[in-house]
């Protein structure tokens, strides 16, 4: 009998602590900048 008891107990104790409602997880996708690099022009002395 006890057995059952805390076999209901550990049903409820899952059926409280389960999410109501799911949140959507959406990920954004990551867009890196491109980096432009200016060519270095020494002047000639």
Same mark, same amino acid.
């Given at each position: 009998?006890? *057995?059952? *008891?805390? =076999? =209901? #107990?550990? #049903? @409820?104790?899952?059926?409280?602590? @389960? %999410?109501? /409602?799911?949140? #959507?997880? *959406?990920? /954004? %996708?990551? *867009?890196?900048? %491109?980096?432009?690099? +200016? %060519? !270095?022009?020494? +002047?000639? !002395?």
């Amino acid at each position: 009998m006890r *057995v059952w *008891v805390v =076999f =209901f #107990l550990c #049903l @409820a104790g899952h059926a409280f602590a @389960a %999410p109501t /409602e799911e949140e #959507l997880i *959406v990920e /954004e %996708p990551i *867009v890196e900048e %491109p980096i432009v690099e +200016e %060519p !270095i022009v020494e +002047e000639p !002395i």
